[in-house]
């Protein structure tokens, strides 16, 4: 299924975030591989509420992201980090007890 959701960088002319399809409890498992990566605050607080209700109760979530402790709790493309950052959310570094509390405040575990 594509969902056309709004991402600066990846979809900038599409509107804002879109619910997921599904019916409640659906899933045992959701994996993102560089999406979170490429997400700020709101839309990472959006998604982690969505996969809430679509995951069944022993569900798992596996994401990447770009997680460190000692930064600022989130940076849009933080100067000097993984080499050159080119354009719009090339890299969106989270403090990790930061990254874990959005998690944890949409009833999911790390």
Same mark, same amino acid.
């Given at each position: ?7 600066a960088?990846?979809? %900038? $002319? ?7 399809? =599904?019916k409640?409890? @659906? ?8 999406v979170f990566?490429?997400? #700020?605050? $709101? +839309?990472?607080?959006? =998604?982690?509420?969505?996969? =809430?209700? /679509? ?5 798992? &979530? =596996? ?5 460190? @402790?000692? &930064? %600022?709790? /989130?940076?849009?493309?933080?100067? +000097?980090?993984?080499?050159?950052? /080119?354009?719009? #959310?090339? *890299? &969106? *570094?989270y403090?990790? @007890?930061?990254?874990?509390?959005? &998690?944890?405040? *949409?009833?999911?575990?790390?």
């Amino acid at each position: 299924m594509h969902l056309p959701a709004e991402n600066a960088r990846y979809n %900038p $002319t599409e509107k804002g975030l879109k619910a997921l399809p =599904y019916k409640k409890n @659906e899933f045992n498992l959701i994996f993102l591989n560089s999406v979170f990566s490429h997400m #700020l605050t $709101t +839309d990472i607080k959006f =998604y982690l509420s969505e996969f =809430y209700k /679509v995951l069944n109760m022993n569900g798992k &979530v =596996y994401l990447t992201a770009f997680i460190e @402790e000692n &930064v %600022p709790n /989130v940076e849009e493309n933080p100067k +000097d980090y993984l080499n050159k950052s /080119v354009g719009a #959310l090339h *890299r &969106v *570094r989270y403090e990790k @007890e930061f990254f874990y509390s959005l &998690v944890k405040a *949409r009833q999911l575990r790390t």
